[in-house]
């Protein structure tokens, strides 16, 4: 490993951020033929990540055509987001459509930097002609068990009664664990209680098999809808298999949540290519998902993560990441407590961010991909931040 690496060649190559919307071009021009823009973020609640991921996003699809957003978020949720900034639901501010994001971290999702980005792609939507395709919110995450099987009892309930009941039938097997999916997951992966495995299986089957009875109805509307409903089943029998797993082992649990953003994601590109043609999907999700783990020492341990899943699928892919050497951070002191402002340690001495930090430039841009020379002096594997794992960046921010 180099431990001087060449930071007159960094500075050289760093585009600084103090100077606006022209800073990004490089970054534009890298990502935007690409089908597929993963824009990381080292920590869920600081203000720069969040501004600068939408300016980047609003760049995106207003010059290249993007047409998805995609979150670390759970699907029903960012659903409702989804329908609010294409101008189909009731709700008339982007706060109250964000209303439902009442899983911890709260802030994660209910804040002035999301909020004002979804007013923005509403009235991006609403700009548009009255027939051309708008660009839409989907979440990627799978935690949400109970609301995303009430989501299909919802759908099914308008579209088929006799399935409504025999999904609630199937979906009933969670009812006496209430609202806690780990209770469920304990119990069921220690055979204390009969799995729930099959009956969301069977569920998720029976919604497939009918899609062409349910689709032939109201054109796109029934067409979103009914995928909406078939995400919410899949994220069911996924998250049941997530919970199940759960007191198994870490890599497992990871690896299955990891599997299902990117199971969605592929299903999503899938959707929107039948209306585009070409899907352009850019994600948004912290460092540690959208990096390329195969570059980590976490592959190591059998780990994967959405990144790799989609760096191996998708030959038009770009992985951005977001890193500070030091700042503050929205978090709390534990799970479930009451958000603070607290400070960023500065990096450890060996990572990439105290190298980035040397430079002297505040806030930068730097892509590698294209510059073999600048790629091959900073292509040592050194600690990140505070988490000993190694990287090799494609393009980063800090």
């Known amino acids: 490993m180099s431990l001087s690496p060449n930071l007159d060649l960094l500075r050289t190559a760093a585009h600084s951020l103090a100077d606006g919307k022209i800073t990004l071009d490089p970054l534009i021009d890298l990502a935007g033929d690409a089908s597929f823009v993963l824009l990381g973020e080292a920590t869920h609640g600081t203000h720069e990540f969040y501004s600068t991921r939408a300016a980047i996003t609003e760049r995106l699809i207003t010059e290249k055509g993007f047409q998805a957003v995609a979150v670390e978020a759970d699907w029903p949720d960012a659903y409702r987001v989804n329908r609010f900034v294409r101008g189909r639901s009731d709700d008339a501010t982007p706060a109250r459509a964000l209303s439902t994001f009442t899983r911890f971290p709260v802030w994660m999702w209910q804040n ?14 609403h700009s548009r002609p009255k027939y051309a395709p708008q660009v839409g919110f989907y979440g990627l995450d799978l935690y949400s068990l109970n609301r995303s099987r009430a989501e299909v009892v919802r759908y099914l309930e308008t579209v088929d009664p006799e399935a409504a009941r025999r999904a609630r039938y199937r979906y009933s097997c969670f009812d006496h664990f209430g609202e806690d999916e780990q209770a469920y997951g304990y119990a069921a992966g220690f055979d204390l209680s009969q799995s729930c495995q099959n009956d969301v299986v069977r569920q998720l089957r029976d919604l497939q098999t009918r899609a062409y009875e349910y689709l032939h109805r109201d054109g796109r509307v029934a067409e979103d809808e009914f995928f909406s409903a078939e995400q919410n089943a899949r994220l069911v029998k996924n998250a049941e298999e997530y919970y199940r797993g759960m007191f198994q082992g870490r890599v497992n649990t990871w690896n299955l949540r990891d599997s299902h953003m990117a199971e969605t994601l592929h299903a999503l590109a899938a959707h929107l290519d039948q209306r585009f043609g070409r899907a352009k ?58 958000h603070e402002t607290k400070r960023v340690r500065p990096a450890l001495p060996e990572s990439w961010e105290t190298v980035f930090h040397q430079t002297g430039v505040p806030q930068f841009l730097v892509t590698f991909t294209g510059d073999e020379r600048l790629s091959s002096e900073f292509r040592a594997e050194r600690v990140h931040g505070e988490l000993q794992t190694g990287t090799k960046p494609e393009a980063s921010t800090t």
Do not use: C, K, P
């Open 112 to 125: 002035l930097n999301v909020e004002t980005f979804i007013r923005w792609l509403r009235e991006h939507n």
């Open 281 to 338: 999907i850019v994600v948004w999700a912290h460092n540690s998902h959208l990096g390329n783990a195969r570059a980590t020492d976490r592959s190591q341990y059998g780990e994967w993560n959405l990144g790799q899943l989609v760096r191996e699928r998708y030959a038009r892919s770009a992985l951005v990441g977001f890193t500070t050497y030091t700042g503050t951070v929205t978090a709390a002191s534990d799970w479930g407590a009451m």
